[in-house]
């Protein structure tokens, strides 16, 4: 299955932001359902807020993933703040902007904005701001113990930040430090 | 400027209702971070980078909760805290009251500790 809710990053400055794009497309499932049409109403496509979350944790989580050179299993912990102020729909594109606000052995906090994007007009509307907390799970309080392969950052996102410019060359094994800012 | 013990429980408030997403009126000196406030292990987290933010201070997250003297078979012995294991929280915690929880020891109360006015106390002691 394909858990990806970003489609390219953009930027990726060291510990510091993260850039992605995701454009929101009627081939997803989702949408059909999100929301499907009623007695009342027809159906009316909108990228589902909870999803938009996910595409925020997922282009934080590779931001504070790096940070440490994927070392680290990072695990979205904590949904500090979501505030929605549009909706996004088929035909629009997302740019998610996220910031490591504070980052220590134990976890991060994070801060970020999501922009949709008209194609037709370039028109860009602010959609959210997304604050999220990620624990570096293997350093956290539960004292649960964790398998030893990072199942975060696995060949999907790898794959995604090779794809999008930002890692070795196929077929080389992402070592720690190897993945180079754009 | 010296802030005031006032000055700080404001912020102190200010911090918890928004790591903990709880209303300004349930932040009492006594209220317990987790039993009355809901805090779970990520909040700590949370709290400490808010309040490194809100006061300036640098916190190392052991410092204000300490989390690996209750895993030192040194420390706990048939999930109480030894004798030793006491004399080490009161030495790491200096900014905590554990007189309650030395009378029960069950490293199930410990949490209790964590209150309102701990975490007050613990940020002006990092203030002074």
């Not at chain 1, 904590?78 to 910031?99: D, E, M, N, V």
């Not at chain 2, 802030?3 to 928004?18: G, H, I, N, W």
Request: hydrophobic share 40%; aromatic share 8%; with cysteine.
């Amino acid at each position: 299955m394909r858990w990806i809710w970003i489609d390219r990053i953009l930027e990726l400055e060291k510990a510091k932001r993260c850039v992605a794009i995701k454009n929101v497309s009627l081939a997803e499932d989702v949408l059909h359902d999100h929301f499907a049409a009623t007695d009342r109403y027809p159906k009316t496509p909108v990228m589902p807020n909870t999803l938009i979350i996910e595409g925020m944790a997922q282009t934080a989580g590779i931001l504070v993933g790096h940070a440490n050179d994927f070392a680290e299993k990072v695990i979205l912990a904590k949904i500090s703040k979501a505030r929605f102020t549009a909706a996004a729909y088929p035909g629009h594109c997302l740019r998610y902007t996220a910031s490591i606000v504070r980052i220590d052995r134990t976890g991060a906090s994070t801060t970020g904005t999501v922009e949709r994007i008209d194609p037709a007009t370039h028109e860009s509307v602010p959609l959210a701001q997304i604050e999220l907390m990620f624990s570096h799970i293997d350093r956290s309080r539960t004292n649960l113990a964790f398998p030893e392969h990072n199942f975060v950052f696995t060949d999907q996102l790898i794959d995604l930040l090779r794809q999008s410019g930002f890692a070795p060359a196929p077929g080389s094994t992402p070592a720690p430090g190897a993945i180079p800012t754009r | 400027m010296a802030e005031t013990a006032e000055q700080v429980f404001d912020s102190v408030q200010e911090v918890l209702v928004d790591a903990l997403g709880v209303d300004d009126e349930e932040i009492t000196p006594q209220a317990k971070l987790v039993a009355d406030l809901g805090a779970e292990s990520i909040d700590f987290l949370d709290i400490v980078f808010r309040l490194e933010k809100a006061f300036g201070i640098k916190i190392d997250q052991s410092e204000m909760f300490p989390d690996n003297v209750l895993n030192d078979p040194q420390y706990v012995q048939d999930g109480k805290v030894t004798d030793t294991g006491m004399a080490e929280l009161r030495n790491r915690l200096p900014h905590a009251n554990l007189d309650e929880f030395d009378a029960s020891r069950d490293v199930d109360d410990f949490s209790n500790v964590f209150t309102v006015d701990t975490v007050v106390k613990f940020v002006q002691t990092k203030l002074e």
